[in-house]
T-cell receptor, first 110, second 116 residues
Framework: DQQVKQNSPSLSVQEGRISILNCDYT??????FLWYKKYPAEGPTFLIS?????DKNEDGRFTVFLNKSAKHLSLHIVPSQPGDSAVYFC?????????FGAGTRLTVKP | KAGVTQTPRYLIKTRGQQVTLSCSPI?????VSWYQQTPGQGLQFLFE???????NKGNFPGRFSGRQFSNSRSEMNVSTLELGDSALYLC???????????????FGPGTRLTVL
């Protein structure tokens, strides 16, 4: 069962604009959320995380928002750069389990 | 500091065979986790080892097993391979704080397994 869903398989944005990647989860036991970025032929790299006690965490151009009531989180990248083009995975952790979304391929056009 | 290394990078096996994959974590990291990535299911957690003990386990059949050595290197074994086991197998290591869930995980490049 897909407890973590990224409903958009792909997203294309113009350089300098905002990229918004979305992630939904169904299990209320999840209490920690992470975003990873993956380039071809490389393993995922950690981007940013958020605990369920917060609703926002910011790190440079990356901000993650968490809406617990909606079981929804999003990753905002501002401004988007061509080097941000990659596959982005959200992950949810809770109850000694870790689940990933299927990923969203972001393309940032110059 | 060297990153997480995985060997081999590519592997082709036939149904019914068994396979062993290897992962060397970042020096000083004591936790190693294994993941399976497939186009249909995305990234799925297999298991996590800390100080040679399996500490967490995902929802995979018993054909998937692993172990960790005293130097923190880890191996993953899949027996009686099935076509559906074709995937990218990733391992990740974290620092020794013991808090698997929240420590930043550093991933290796993965082993691409193809089962024919």
């Amino acid at each position: 069962d897909q407890q973590v869903k990224q409903n958009s398989p792909s997203l294309s944005v113009q350089e300098g604009r905002i990229s918004i990647l979305n992630c939904d989860y169904t299990n209320s036991m999840f209490d920690y959320f992470l975003w990873y970025k993956k380039y071809p032929a490389e393993g995922p790299t950690f981007l940013i995380s958020i605990s369920s006690i917060k609703d926002k965490n910011e790190d440079g151009r990356f901000t993650v928002f968490l809406n617990k009531s909606a079981k929804h989180l999003s990753l905002h990248i501002v401004p988007s750069q061509p080097g941000d083009s990659a596959v982005y995975f959200c992950a949810a952790v809770g109850n000694n389990d870790m689940r990933f979304g299927a990923g969203t391929r972001l393309t940032v056009k110059p | 500091k060297a990153g997480v290394t995985q060997t081999p990078r590519y592997l082709i096996k036939t149904r019914g065979q068994q396979v062993t994959l290897s992962c060397s974590p970042i020096s000083g990291h004591r936790s190693v986790s294994w993941y399976q990535q497939t186009p249909g299911q995305g990234l799925q957690f297999l298991f996590e080892y800390f100080s040679e003990t399996q500490r967490n386990k995902g929802n995979f059949p018993g054909r998937f097993s692993g172990r960790q050595f005293s130097n923190s290197r880890s191996e993953m074994n899949v027996s009686t391979l099935e076509l559906g086991d074709s995937a990218l197998y990733l391992c990740a290591s974290t620092s020794s704080s013991g808090v698997w869930r929240t420590d930043t995980q550093y991933f290796g490049p993965g082993t691409r397994l193809t089962v024919l």
